[in-house]
């Protein structure tokens, strides 16, 4: 494993070797066990797009691990006024030891790990979240001990985030059914991708169905960032397409819910399931920095 750039890439095998280093690291952490693993390395962070949860759990985790980040604001790198990206990878494949990158194309992401000679990780593009799903799966299997037999219901657009869990959920073994409206659906490439698993993954457009016996149901915003002028169309094409009390009265009794955060309470999660699972939620946002620990060192090491 040379980069993190879309789940695609990653085999089961690699899945899991990251999972149970995460679980390490975060037994490590919750036990005062220095784990300075990246002593010494340095990792750019390019970011393109806003972000919470993505940029301080970098640079924290970063900093448990003996390394230094640097936040680079798009809008003040030579990138931002147009310096090509195979430029400015061999530019920063001679500073840094690593670079995790949020932005918009996909290509964008490959493009410099095509044209660097170190690590690139996706922090989030309009195709795929990988960080986000590696933490997803820890939480999942932290709450569950297990995947197996597990079904995963996503219900919403069939974005990054959907896109990235039906590969990462199928590839760990559980079966997948995703509620999405029509014109919302998930890229080519994903939906050649689950023929392979047969009916381990299903789509509908209707989300009572898809979320009958879930054992967790996922969500997230119905406009992602750079489609913000696309809101009002969306609230319409989105109408009903929330995990509320209907949905979850069709799930297991016992089902998790998650949601990558940030949130919006009325649209795609009523306020009254958000708060009663807001332990797992949480738990999902904190792990972000386990997992992405354990990436790091995968990669940086
Ligand atoms: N879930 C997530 O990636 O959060 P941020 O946008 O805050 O980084
Ligand atoms: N789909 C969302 C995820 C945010 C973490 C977005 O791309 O904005």
Known sequence: MKHLLKMLDLSSEEIFEILNLADQLKYELKHNIPHPYLK??????????ASTRTRVS???????????????????????????????????????????????E?????????????????????????????????TIREFKNSFDDLKMCFIGDGNNMANSLIVGAL???????IACPDGYR?????LEFVKEYGDKFSMTDKPLEAAKDADVLITDVWSSMGMEEEIEKRKIAFKGY????????????????????PAH??????????EAHANEI?????NRLHAQKAVMVKLMK
């Open 282 to 286: 949480f738990e999902e946002a904190e």
């Open 171 to 177: 590839k760990v073994g559980m079966s997948v059914s």
């Open 58 to 104: 970098f640079e924290t985790g970063m900093y448990q691990l003996g390394g230094h980040a640097l936040f680079l604001s798009a809008d003040d790198l030579q990138i931002g006024r147009g310096e090509p990206v195979q430029d400015t990878a061999r530019v920063l494949s001679r500073y840094l030891d690593g670079i995790m990158i949020r932005t918009f």
């Open 242 to 261: 929330q995990i509320n009390d209907e949905v979850m009265a069709q799930a297991k009794p016992d089902a998790m819910v998650l949601h990558c955060l």
């Open 265 to 274: 309470r009325e649209e795609e999660i009523t306020a009254r399931v958000f």
């Open 106 to 138: 996909q290509k964008e992401v490959e493009d410099l790990a095509e044209y660097g000679s170190i690590p690139i990780i996706n922090g989030l593009t309009d195709f795929s979240h990988p960080c986000q799903v590696l933490a997803d799966l820890m």
């Open 186 to 190: 998930p890229d080519a490439q994903i």
């Open 40 to 49: 010494g390395k340095a990792l750019g962070l390019i970011f393109q797009k």
